[in-house]
C-alpha cells in the first residue's frame, strides 16, 4: 500500500527547483574558474550586491515587484494549461493605463485617486489578456501566438501614445507625470533607493492567487482544464469559459504589475520602461512550478541575480551577462526535470534490475 | 474482496409505464456525409437495464460523446423525463442529474493528477455542500471522500493522495463513487469493468443491478456479451452504427446476439 508522509510530497515540489539553482550556480561558478577569475568571489560580491547594504536590498526588492506580477499572470496561465507569453504587453498597458489616470489633473481625493489608476491598469491588462483567450475559445488560435504578437502591439501603441497624444513634452520619451494624489507612497527608504508600497500589494496578490486556486471553485475548475481539459468538459467544466477568464486574470496581474510600476516607482510612463519583466515571469513562474508562493521566491531569487549584476561587473569584474546565463541554466535544468524522471531515472533502475537478474 | 456474496437478482419487473430516457432517430455524420449513428431510436424505462451490445467500434464512442454532450448529433431526438436534451453542452446534461461512467477512464473519467478528494467531487464541485457561493468547502470534500472511501472500498485509502497512484480497478471504484453519489435518475455505462479482475467485475455487476432495483434507468454499453446477457433487461444489438434488433433477456443467447452482433442475421 501506499502511504508516503505528506512532509515528502510537499519536500519533492521543492527539491527539483532547488536542484535547478543548485546546479546552475554549479556551473556558473566552472564558467567563472575558466574565465580566469575567483569563483569564490564571485559569490561574495553577488551576496553584496543583492543585499549587502540597505540600498542594494531595497533596489532588489523593487525589482522582485514586476517580476511577482508577471510570474503569477505566467503562472496562473500555465495552471490552466495556456502559455501566456504576453505578460510583457500586458504589463505595459497597465502601466501606460495607470499613467493616463494619474495625469488627469481633477482634483480627485487621494483614496480614489490611486485605486482608480491601479484598477484601470488591471482592466486594460484584462483586456490584452481577453482578446487572445476570445479568440482561442471561439476561433481555436494559438495564444502562444496572438499573446506574443499582442505585446508587439501594446509596446507600439504605448511608444507611439508617449512620443504623440500623451507626450509629457518635446524631446522626452515620457508622458506627463503622475499627479502625487496617485502616487503609492514609499514604505522604506535609504538615500536615493525607495521601495513602494507596491511590495505588499505584490505579497497580497500572490497569496489571493494561492487562495483562488486552490479555495475557490473557479481555481478547482481552471486547475481541472489545465491538468486535464477533456475530462473536465466532460464532467460539465466550461472549458472555454475559463480560458477567457483566465487569460483575462492573468492579463489582469501583470497590468496591476505595470500601474504599480508607474505609481510606485516611476510616477509617469517611459517608453519601453520594462527591461523584459513580462519575459522574466516566464522563468519565474517555471522555476516555482507554478506555485504562487513560489513565485514569491523565485521572483526574488531573479531580481537579485538582476540588481547584483552591475556590483559583479564593476566589484569583481566578472561580465554581468553571467546573470543571463544563470538564469538560462536555471530554466535548462528545470525544463530537463522531465528528462531525468522520465528517461534518466528509469533507466538506471532498468540497469539494475538486469544486473540483480545475471547476478541471481 | 471475499465478503461480497452472490446476491440473486430479484424479479422486480421494469416499471412498464415511466420511460425515463427516450432516444428517435439519432444519426451523426461526419462532415464528409460518412455515417457514424444511423437512425438510433430506443427508450429505457425506470427499474430498468437496457444493453448495448456489439462489436467494439459499432457506434458505442460515438453514442456516449453525442449523449454526454461533447459532440451534437446530425438530426434526432434525446428526451430525458419530460426535458429535450438534444445537443446540450455537457454542463447542461449533468445538471439534469445524468451518471455517466466513461470507458476511458484516465482520460474522459479521472484527472490524474488531482488528488482523490478532488476526483470525488469533479462535476460536483460547484454545488452546495462542496462550494458555497465561490469558496470551496474543503470540510465537507473531505467528508465526502472519507464516506465514499469507505463505502466503495477504495484502496489506499487516503483521500490526499494523487489518484495516479491508485491502480485501475480503485480508479473506476473512484468513478462510480464520484457518478452514483449524486444520485441520478439516469445512469449510462460504457464498459464499465473493462481491465478489471473478477471481484472487481462482480463489484460493479452488483452495484449497478442494485441502483436498477433502487430505481434507476441504466444504458449499459459493453463489448462483454456475458456482462450483458447478465444484467440487462433486454439488449439491443448495435452494429454498423444502427441498431438492428432489440431483444428481451429472456430470448437472447450468447450465440443468438454473437450472431447478430457479427452477421447482423437472426439464429
Redesign the interface.
Known amino acids: ?4 508522509p ?1 512532509f515528502y510530497t510537499k519536500a519533492h515540489g521543492l527539491l527539483t527547483p532547488l536542484l535547478a539553482i543548485c546546479f546552475a550556480l554549479l556551473v556558473a561558478i566552472i564558467i567563472i574558474g575558466l574565465l580566469g577569475k575567483n569563483p569564490f568571489t564571485f559569490l561574495t560580491v553577488f551576496f553584496q550586491g543583492a543585499f549587502g547594504n540597505t540600498s542594494n536590498l531595497i533596489n532588489t526588492l523593487s525589482k522582485t515587484i514586476p517580476l511577482v506580477f508577471t510570474g503569477l499572470s505566467v503562472g496562473l496561465g500555465f495552471r490552466a494549461g495556456l502559455f501566456n507569453i504576453g505578460s510583457e504587453g500586458q504589463l505595459y498597458m497597465g502601466g501606460i493605463g495607470a499613467a493616463y489616470i494619474g495625469a488627469l489633473s481633477f482634483s480627485f481625493p487621494r483614496f480614489l485617486h490611486l485605486p482608480l489608476a491601479l484598477i484601470i491598469g488591471f482592466a486594460l491588462g484584462a483586456l490584452w489578456g481577453v482578446i487572445p483567450g476570445w479568440l482561442k475559445a471561439k476561433k481555436g488560435v494559438h495564444e502562444v501566438i496572438t499573446t506574443i504578437m499582442m505585446n508587439y502591439v501594446a509596446i507600439h501603441f504605448t511608444t507611439y501614445l508617449v512620443n504623440g497624444p500623451l507626450n509629457a513634452g518635446v524631446f522626452t520619451r515620457k508622458t506627463k507625470d503622475i499627479l502625487p494624489t496617485a502616487w503609492l507612497g514609499t514604505l522604506w527608504r535609504s538615500g536615493t533607493a525607495e521601495l513602494s508600497y507596491g511590495i505588499l500589494i505584490a505579497l497580497g496578490v500572490a497569496l489571493s492567487i494561492y487562495w483562488f486556486l ?5 481555481g ?2 481552471v ?2 482544464v489545465g ?2 481539459p ?9 472549458v472555454n469559459k475559463n480560458i477567457v477568464l483566465t487569460l483575462g486574470i492573468c492579463g489582469g496581474l501583470a497590468g496591476l504589475g505595470g500601474a504599480i510600476e508607474v505609481t510606485g516607482l516611476h510616477h509617469t510612463f517611459y517608453a519601453q520602461f520594462s527591461p523584459g519583466y513580462g519575459y522574466d515571469g516566464i522563468a519565474v513562474a517555471l522555476l516555482a512550478k507554478n506555485h504562487p508562493v513560489g513565485i514569491i521566491l523565485t521572483a526574488l531569487l531573479f531580481a537579485s541575480l538582476r540588481s547584483a549584476d552591475r556590483w559583479l561587473q564593476i566589484r569583481a569584474g566578472i561580465p554581468k551577462d553571467i546573470v543571463l546565463i544563470i538564469q538560462a541554466l536555471v530554466i535548462l535544468f528545470i525544463a530537463s526535470e522531465a528528462l531525468i524522471r522520465g528517461r534518466i531515472i528509469p533507466h538506471l533502475l532498468k540497469k539494475k534490475k538486469t544486473l540483480l537478474k545475471t547476478e541471481g | 474482496m471475499a465478503d461480497i456474496e452472490w446476491i440473486p437478482l430479484t424479479e422486480e419487473k421494469p416499471s412498464a409505464e415511466e420511460v425515463i430516457f427516450r432516444v428517435e432517430n439519432l444519426s451523426l455524420f461526419t462532415p464528409e456525409r460518412f455515417p457514424l449513428l444511423k437512425n438510433l431510436s430506443f427508450s429505457i424505462r425506470r427499474r430498468e437495464i437496457l444493453g448495448l451490445a456489439g462489436v467494439a467500434g459499432s457506434g458505442q464512442k460515438e453514442l456516449l460523446e453525442v449523449l ?1 454532450g ?1 459532440r451534437p448529433c446530425t438530426s434526432g431526438k434525446v428526451w430525458y423525463h419530460n426535458r429535450e436534451l438534444t445537443n446540450l ?3 447542461e ?3 439534469q442529474g445524468i451518471a ?1 461512467i ?1 470507458d476511458e477512464r484516465q ?8 488528488k482523490l478528494k ?1 476526483n470525488l467531487i ?2 460536483q ?2 454545488r452546495s455542500p462542496y ?1 458555497r457561493y ?3 468547502n ?1 470540510r465537507r470534500i473531505g467528508t465526502n471522500a472519507q464516506r465514499l472511501i469507505e463505502e466503495f472500498n477504495i ?2 485509502s ?1 483521500p ?2 494523487e489518484t495516479a ?1 491508485l491502480s485501475g480497478g480503485n480508479q473506476q471504484r473512484v468513478i462510480l463513487a464520484r457518478e452514483l453519489s449524486q444520485n441520478p435518475g439516469l445512469i449510462i455505462a460504457s464498459e464499465p469493468t473493462r481491465g478489471l479482475d473478477l471481484a472487481g467485475r462482480r463489484f460493479v455487476h452488483l452495484l449497478l443491478y442494485s441502483q436498477r432495483n433502487n430505481g434507476k434507468a441504466i444504458l449499459l454499453m459493453s463489448s462483454q456479451l456475458e456482462e450483458v446477457l447478465e444484467l440487462s433487461d433486454r439488449i439491443a444489438v448495435l452494429k454498423g452504427g444502427e441498431i438492428i434488433s432489440i431483444l428481451s433477456a429472456q430470448e437472447a443467447d450468447i450465440d443468438r446476439l454473437g450472431m447478430l452482433m457479427i452477421t447482423g442475421r437472426n439464429l
Open positions: 500500500m501506499l502511504r508516503q505528506k486552490f479555495y475557490t471553485k473557479f478547482y475548475e486547475r481541472a491538468l486535464n477533456l475530462a473536465a468538459r466532460f464532467a460539465g467544466v466550461g | 454526454s461533447l453542452s455537457p454542463e446534461v449533468r445538471e455517466i466513461p482520460i474522459l473519467g479521472l484527472i490524474l493528477d488531482f478532488e469533479l462535476g464541485h460547484h462550494c465561490f469558496s470551496l474543503h484502496q489506499p487516503n490526499e493522495l497512484a
